[in-house]
């Protein structure tokens, strides 16, 4: 399996990016597939989920109202869209693919791209 994440770079607060996860060489047709994201000098955090047909979605309070995840099953796919962004949200952004019990669990995910900068300056 392999995740190709892009769509990083640098943005003035308030702006936004959209960030994408292609998926390939797997049979997901019942994997979720997750956005983490890591600043530096702290955990990694869950940020966003989507159910393999995009059915279901889960953002982190931190992002509700701002990001938006979506997926283009056609081409294996998902995005996360960025909006109002803010300083704190400065982070590599890692996809990660997988069966979770629990969504946000980083250890649940079985598969993960190799992340994306994303820099918010004030």
């Known amino acids: ?12 607060a308030g702006g936004c990016l959209r960030l994408s996860c292609a998926a390939s060489g797997g049979a997901f047709s019942t994997y979720v597939m997750g956005w983490f994201r890591q600043a530096p000098g ?6 966003a989920a989507i159910s393999w047909r995009g059915r279901s979605t889960y953002l982190a309070d931190s992002v509700k109202g701002r990001f938006t995840i979506s997926k283009d099953n056609a081409k294996n796919t ?4 960025m909006n109002s962004l803010k300083p704190e949200d ?7 693919v997988g069966l979770p019990r629990t969504i946000t669990q980083t250890s649940e995910y079985a598969y ?3 992340g994306t900068l994303v820099t918010v300056s004030s």
């Open 90 to 96: 400065t982070a590599v952004y890692y996809c990660a």
């Open 1 to 12: 399996v392999q995740l190709q994440a892009s769509g990083g770079g640098l943005v003035q």
């Open 78 to 81: 998902v995005y996360l869209q």
């Open 112 to 114: 993960w791209g190799q």
């Open 42 to 47: 702290k955990e990694r955090e869950f940020v």
